[in-house]
């Protein structure tokens, strides 16, 4: 699977999204799940197979990362062939940056287990939950970020508000810039709140662009352009 930004992995069209759930086999694993999207000629592919190479990407780039910003780790896995324009790979790359550049400024995490952990909690998360949950994954991956290494449980008091506050701010932010979904460009949005709530919450501080600038607009067709805060020509301020 190469990346394609936009469409089918398996042979290029369009993808269509629906209402209610049906029934579709996914041309990878073969197995059945009820899904709300494929593409104009029925291709489906479950989000365990979309994300399988992305999700090693993610975790062998964080393992060898010395840098504190988690906006720029996480360029640095985007630019990875198998870590597509949109896609579920983006609800554990969010938390996992986050882990590494908490670890890097000196928070104090086994970074290979909290990584681990990270992939299974944030894998678990479906794909276009953001559209049919309104609730984005890039958000989702911010809350566990926050409950991983505040060791937060449900039985949890003062963090369990914490992480549920981290992934709200998020979440607020991410659907402040309205739509059509990118889930770069809430990717970028989720880590920035999360810096915030990092050093206000926990002390530690991560570094963060002066701007943050994005490379992958053109392999976006629903890129906002001007009204995204990334894009090379927005006049709209990161803050």
Not at 56 to 66: A, F, G, P, S, Y
Not at 97 to 103: G, I, K, M, P, S
Request: hydrophobic share 35%; net charge neutral; proline share 5%.
């Amino acid at each position: 699977m190469a990346r394609d930004p936009n469409a089918c992995l398996v042979c290029g069209k369009k993808l269509v999204y629906y209402n209610e759930p049906k029934e579709m086999k996914c041309e990878f694993c073969h197995k059945k799940f009820m899904s709300y999207a494929c593409c104009e000629d029925g291709h489906y592919v479950c989000d365990d197979c979309h994300e399988k190479e992305g999700l090693e990407v993610i975790q062998r780039v964080c393992l060898k990362e010395t840098g504190r910003n988690p906006v720029k780790i996480a360029q640095k896995i985007m630019l990875d062939p198998y870590i597509y324009m949109h896609g579920p790979e983006h609800h554990v790359m969010v938390g996992a940056a986050l882990l590494t550049a908490y670890h890097n400024a000196g928070g104090e995490i086994d970074l290979k287990n909290a990584i681990a952990e990270m992939v299974q909690r944030g894998r678990q998360y479906p794909g276009g939950s953001c559209g049919f949950w309104g609730c984005c994954g890039a958000a989702v991956s911010v809350g566990m970020f926050a409950s991983i290494v505040t060791e937060t449980t449900p039985l949890s008091e003062k963090t369990w508000g914490w992480a549920n506050e981290a992934t709200s701010k998020a979440l607020a932010k991410i659907g402040s810039y309205g739509g059509p979904r990118c889930c770069k460009r809430n990717s970028f949005t989720a880590m920035r709140t999360a810096a915030e709530f990092t050093e206000e919450k926990l002390g530690v501080k991560m570094e963060m662009p002066e701007r943050i600038v994005c490379g992958f607009f053109n392999e976006n067709a629903e890129c906002l352009v001007e009204r995204c805060p990334y894009h090379p020509d927005s006049a709209i301020p990161m803050a």
